[in-house]
């Protein structure tokens, strides 16, 4: 199975900073079948991103999503206070379905 | 609006059995594959289980092959997953996930778009 690895494990930012996120991934991604999702405290994760750089629905702009191969980014341009949260990255292009650790952006 | 609500956790004891279930609205229940994933307490996501729209096709992570089963009642907009055999590492919170095909960076992407709020399974003595 693919294991994926993501970097930082936890990152401190302050509101209105850039964030960058990564995720590594231990063989090529098949198709750039790559989603970033969030999720809050005692809340679902939310899809963010998918196939590597494609927005989820109703998602703001300044989340977007890089990479591909082995190599996957996510970076939120403005931090907003609801951003802070934890972020995952899952592959899907090969089975089983796998989830990296999370990296927890924290408010600094 | 697109519901997933989970019931039918609770607290069972190593070895013992309990039946999850998923009910959803607010789509054509039908027409969509669907996923069990779980969160271990203050752990990552693991994907659990995929049962296509039919029913026909399935799959199971390795550490649940053998002791849960994935079923889904089309008639009753419901998705389940009998969980028998339990032990200390299955406690988590359990996710139902619909799964959608997207379009975007030039192909089609099948991603789980809408999770449901979860219910928590603690095995424990």
């Known amino acids: 199975e693919i294991v994926l690895t993501q970097s930082p494990g936890t990152l401190s930012l302050s509101p209105g900073e850039r964030a960058t996120l990564s995720c590594r991934a231990s063989?090529?991604?098949?198709?750039?079948?790559l989603a970033w999702y969030h999720q809050r405290p005692g809340q679902a994760p939310r899809l963010l991103i998918y196939?590597?750089?494609s927005r989820a629905t109703g998602i703001p702009d300044r989340f977007s999503g890089s990479g591909s191969g082995t190599d996957f980014t996510l970076t939120i341009s403005r931090l907003e206070p609801e951003d802070f949260a934890v972020y995952y990255c899952?592959?899907?292009?090969?089975?089983?379905?796998?989830f990296g650790q999370g990296t927890k952006l924290e408010i600094k | 609006e697109v519901q997933l609500v989970e019931s039918g956790g609770g607290l069972v004891q190593p070895g013992g059995s309990l039946r999850l279930s998923c009910a959803a609205s607010?789509?054509?229940?039908?027409?969509?594959?669907l996923n069990w994933v779980r969160q271990a307490p203050g752990k990552g996501l693991e994907w659990v289980s995929y049962?296509?729209?039919?029913?026909?096709?399935?799959y199971y992570a390795d550490s649940v092959k053998g002791r849960f089963t994935i079923s889904r009642d089309n008639a009753k907009n419901s998705l389940y997953l009998q969980m028998n055999s339990l032990r200390a590492e299955d406690t988590s919170v359990y996710y139902c996930?619909?799964?959608?095909?997207?379009?975007?960076?030039?192909?089609?992407?099948?991603?789980?778009?809408?999770w449901g709020q979860g219910t928590l399974v603690t095995v424990s003595s």
């Open positions: 049962i296509s729209s039919s029913g026909s096709t399935i």
């Open positions: 063989q090529i991604v098949s198709s750039n079948s």
């Open positions: 899952q592959q899907y292009g090969s089975s089983p379905y796998t």
């Open positions: 607010g789509f054509t229940f039908s027409s969509y594959e």
């Open positions: 196939g590597a750089s």
């Open positions: 996930a619909r799964e959608e095909s997207l379009y975007g960076s030039g192909s089609y992407h099948k991603v789980f778009d809408y």
